[in-house]
């Protein structure tokens, strides 16, 4: 099993130049969330899928959407990039386990920065 | 709202000898659960330990325990026996039990073991 795997892992930006972040999971889990990750703040959640065509907003979830395309994919959009999205981006899935709450796994992270 | 607190932003520990990072959280939930992650320079997020709020045995995975003091909102990682390899910055994270299973973190502690 590859787990989570996302791509790019490295992405260079201009101002106002938009992309998607690719994230895949492989464990048949329900949930999937993008977090970004800057110094000083740890990772801080932008949104997130609770189950297969959903999709909610966390707590810095501006300048940014989602696409739950099925159960393995969720993507991540930025519409127009700006330096401030400057971050390293993580895609992590969980679900639930023998009645309880499981861990979340996290792929390898995209360093993105826009100049 | 959940909130996590790291106190210490850098440690450092000699190899062999024992360290403890800390961690302190806000909450009015009775269930939830509290994670150790470790990010090493690779970037990778690797899950440490899990603690569930209603168990009151601290958890232990080999090297690494946590002291778990629920009164006092306190969830401290003891690592034992500290390896190079341990050289890492470490994530303290509340996860509620509420829609979504969201992860709140911490900002991080860095820690280094010197030889």
């Known amino acids: 099993n590859a787990g989570v795997t996302q791509t790019p892992k490295f992405q260079v930006l201009k101002t106002g130049q938009s992309m998607t972040l690719q994230c895949a999971q492989d464990m048949n889990h329900n949930s999937m969330y993008w977090y970004r990750q800057d110094p000083g703040m740890g990772l801080r959640l932008i949104y997130y899928s609770a189950s297969e065509g959903t999709t909610d907003k966390g707590e810095v979830p501006n300048g940014y959407n989602v696409s739950r395309l099925n159960k393995r994919e969720f993507s991540l959009r930025l519409e127009s990039a700006a330096p401030s999205q400057t971050s390293v981006y993580f895609c992590?899935?969980?679900?639930?386990f023998g009645g309880g709450v499981n861990e979340q796994f996290f792929g390898p992270g995209t360093r993105l920065t826009v100049l | 709202a959940q909130t996590v607190t790291q106190s210490q932003p850098e440690m450092s520990v000699q190899e062999a000898e024992t360290v403890t990072l800390s961690c302190t959280y806000d909450?009015?939930?009775?269930?939830?659960?509290l994670f150790w992650y470790k990010q090493p320079p690779s970037r990778q997020m690797i899950l440490v330990i899990r603690?569930?709020?209603?168990?009151?045995q601290n958890a232990t995975e080999n090297r690494f325990s946590v002291n778990f003091q629920k009164a006092a909102k306190s969830f401290s990682l003891k690592i034992s026996d500290s390896q190079l390899g341990d050289t890492a910055m470490y994530f303290c994270a509340f996860m509620t039990m509420e829609y979504g299973n969201k992860l709140v973190f911490g900002a991080g502690t860095i820690l280094r073991v010197k030889s």
């Open positions: 909450t009015s939930e009775n269930n939830y659960y």
């Open positions: 603690q569930e709020a209603y168990k009151q």
């Open positions: 992590a899935s969980s679900d639930f």
